[in-house]
């Protein structure tokens, strides 16, 4: 028996997704790695261009036991793919069985200043990254409570 753990989330492209795009998530069939990051976890959709709005959107889900005791490596995974995409943001929910629910937020540079304050982020070289539950422009659609059960993320 275990801790069950469910991780979903997308990623707001800057566009249609290319090619380079889909090999890339082709790519992590390989990890072998716990916690896992594999291509079978995302839907990167259509090969035709986006007959959407604007932007395209990968989603991904994956259940995991007890993700939450290597959030840290998960998270490092997760921005490495961040880092080989063109993506606008992204979005991760971790539902954990016994800690409730988190929100994790990703805003590329590009494009962010006009968003969300700065002041609810952290700021990277690469992106704005924030928690808690936000609005698809990153903005806080609750109150952050303190508690915290990642001590060392």
């Not at 990254?129 to 409570?145: A, D, K, P, V």
Request: proline residues 3%; hydrophobic residues 35%.
């Amino acid at each position: 028996m275990g801790v069950l753990s469910i991780v979903s989330g997308r990623i707001l492209m800057r566009g249609s997704i290319e090619e380079k795009t889909r090999l890339f998530i082709q790519s992590l069939n390989n990890d072998t790695v716990f916690p896992w990051i594999r291509s079978n976890m995302f839907s990167i959709g259509s090969t035709e261009e986006s007959p959407y709005f604007y932007e395209s959107v990968i989603g991904f889900a994956a259940t995991y036991k007890a993700v939450e005791d290597d959030w840290d490596e998960f998270t490092r995974k997760f921005e490495y793919i961040l880092e080989n995409l063109d993506f606008y943001n992204a979005k991760i929910q971790l539902e954990t069985e016994y800690y409730g629910t988190f929100h994790f937020f990703w805003q590329a540079k590009t494009g962010a200043n006009h968003f969300a304050p700065k002041e609810q982020f952290r700021e990277t070289d690469k992106w704005f990254f924030g928690y808690g539950y936000r609005n698809q422009f990153g903005l806080l659609e609750e109150t952050l409570e303190q508690k915290h059960i990642f001590p060392n993320f």
